[in-house]
């Protein structure tokens, strides 16, 4: 993609900003990003997409800026929009989606396996599943995916590389998790920077603190990690200092094929988490606690293919609950599983929003004007951040002014521009974000900066007056499925294009 960028003017615009500050400084501000990479930026080369839009975004600077050439196929991943005619009632059903959260990490414990194969269903067609098929390929894996019937299946008897391929880390962040099985199987592990949505500082930390009490020698050189072990691995007491989803699950899943027992204290809690242990567990890993702030984890000393279902997204789930609320339809989530929704049901139901339980069915509707709300984002049980941006979305549309503030991430608000160029009323104050409704919300061009900003707009385009293009969109599909059957089965006018506009 180098040669098609004007990286000349992006290492400018890069060594003016910095000023005098050392690139260690810059690349903690940008986040998942090395002092390494951006040496290489500024020296004219440029890397993945992934990297180069992080680097826009720290420099508040449009992309397409540096694009010499015509735009068209030169980010791909950019290229794709989505249009859409707001104004209708959305009605139907809709199924919710595999969980992205869990697929990812189970894709990747799947390498644990050193003898039979591994079948997953309900795998959700997304591209961060996609790359994460192509890293476990790239390792010597055979993976095949019938995509008609989500189904995955991995054979993993064969691993030759221990090298993580910076260009498929670079695209998805669960890429961290293959870290843990590739250091059991292959006794050494070796990474550079990791993907994922761009939502400020997104630290690893605890990963390889753990890593390293677990046994593990890690060996730093610029952006090049390199992970070994001599012998086992050994159980140890794990303490994170706040309770990381992935870091939960990379230390678990170490932990399973370590000598002697893990306790990991203050680990996450999220559905997903404990969707993964059960895995574990059926492929012969002992593992309790599951679901609590506390996992003991017992090593075994193999563990064998099984096949699993992936639970259900609830983010997927609430992002349609709240377009059911947003249109004032009502949506039928076949699959989704109530209990699973934590606090963002209430919250929905403190705006006027009702659930109905059907068995593995729920019904989602609002008829009446929309109360505003206050939302802060905590681990789960908490209000999940993943919906952060979406509730803001239906909190513009609420009669009166709605709080929200972002906990978890230090930049997760790029939702905010986009919203407010359609009508939406949204100030910024710190951590917190003020919506004053009721907006009128009209269609506009607008930007998916990341996966669920995205999806916040494909709420606002839903209910706008006119026509919405959402420029960016692969970003919306990196953890969402079959959009255009999906949306439009419920009634919304949607269409994508790729290509220049
Ligand atoms: C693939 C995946 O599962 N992604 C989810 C995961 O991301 P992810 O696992 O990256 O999120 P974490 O829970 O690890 O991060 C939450 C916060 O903890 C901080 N932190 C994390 C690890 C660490 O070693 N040191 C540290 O300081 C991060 O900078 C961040 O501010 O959980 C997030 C929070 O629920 C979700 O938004 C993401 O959808
Ligand atoms: C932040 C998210 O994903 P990731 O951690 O994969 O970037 C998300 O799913 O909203």
């Known amino acids: 993609m180098g040669s098609m960028l004007d990286t000349q003017q992006l290492a400018a615009l890069l060594r003016a900003r910095r000023g005098e500050r050392g690139l260690r400084d810059i690349a903690q501000e940008i986040g998942n990003v090395s002092p390494a990479t951006l040496s290489r930026i500024e020296n004219g080369k440029m890397l993945d997409v992934e990297t180069f839009l992080r680097v826009c975004d720290w420099l508040d600077a449009n992309p397409q800026e540096f694009i010499k050439e015509s735009p068209q196929g030169v980010l791909n991943s950019q290229a794709l929009h989505y249009r859409i005619e707001g104004g209708q009632r959305l009605e139907g059903s809709v199924v919710v989606q595999g969980a992205k959260n869990a697929a990812l990490p189970i894709i990747a414990a799947s390498l644990l396996v050193a003898r039979g194969q591994t079948i997953l269903r309900n795998v959700p067609l997304i591209r961060d599943v996609f790359a994460a098929i192509e890293l476990a390929r790239s390792l010597g894996a055979k993976v095949t995916l019938h995509e008609e019937d989500q189904v995955l299946v991995i054979d993993a008897s064969n691993l030759h590389s221990s090298e993580l391929s910076q260009e498929l880390t670079g695209q998805f962040r669960a890429s961290v998790l293959f870290l843990a099985p590739l250091l059991q199987r292959m006794e050494k592990v070796s990474i550079e920077a990791v993907g994922g949505c761009s939502l400020g500082k997104r630290s690893l930390d605890f990963h390889y603190r753990g890593f390293a009490r677990l046994g593990a020698i890690l060996t730093e050189n610029g952006r090049h990690l390199e992970m070994s072990r001599a012998g086992n691995l050994h159980g140890n007491y794990l303490y994170l200092d706040t309770p990381s989803h992935t870091g939960t699950e990379n230390l678990m899943v170490a932990a399973c094929l370590a000598q002697g027992t893990t306790t990991i204290e203050n680990a996450a809690q999220e559905p997903e988490i404990a969707d993964v242990a059960n895995f574990l567990n059926l492929m012969g890993a002992r593992i309790s606690g599951i679901g609590t702030g ?208």
């Open 294 to 501: 506390v996992l003991h984890i017992e090593g075994v000393s193999e563990l064998s293919g099984v096949e699993y279902t992936i639970m259900p997204d609830r983010i997927d789930a609430g992002t349609f609950a709240m377009l059911a609320a947003a249109t004032r339809g009502e949506i039928s989530l076949v699959g989704a599983q109530l209990h699973h929704f934590g606090v963002a049901r209430a919250k929905l139901e403190q705006m006027g929003v009702e659930f109905e339980q059907d068995g593995p069915v729920i019904h989602v509707r609002s008829h009446e004007t929309l109360r505003p709300i206050n939302v802060t984002t905590w681990p789960y049980p908490g209000f999940a951040t993943d919906l952060q941006p979406q509730i803001m979305a239906l909190a513009a549309l609420a009669s009166g002014t709605s709080y929200i503030r972002e906990t978890i991430f230090d930049k997760r608000f790029a939702a905010v521009p986009e919203l407010v160029k359609m009508g939406a009323n949204i100030t910024l104050d710190g951590e917190a974000a003020v919506v004053k409704g009721p907006a009128h919300i009209t269609g506009s061009t607008v930007t998916a900066h990341d996966l669920r900003a995205g999806l916040a707009l494909v709420l606002a385009g839903a209910v706008a007056e006119g026509e919405t293009i959402i420029e960016n969109a692969s970003m919306i599909e990196r953890g969402c499925s079959a959009v255009m059957r999906r949306f439009s089965q419920l009634g919304l006018t949607i269409s994508e294009e790729r290509g220049n506009l």
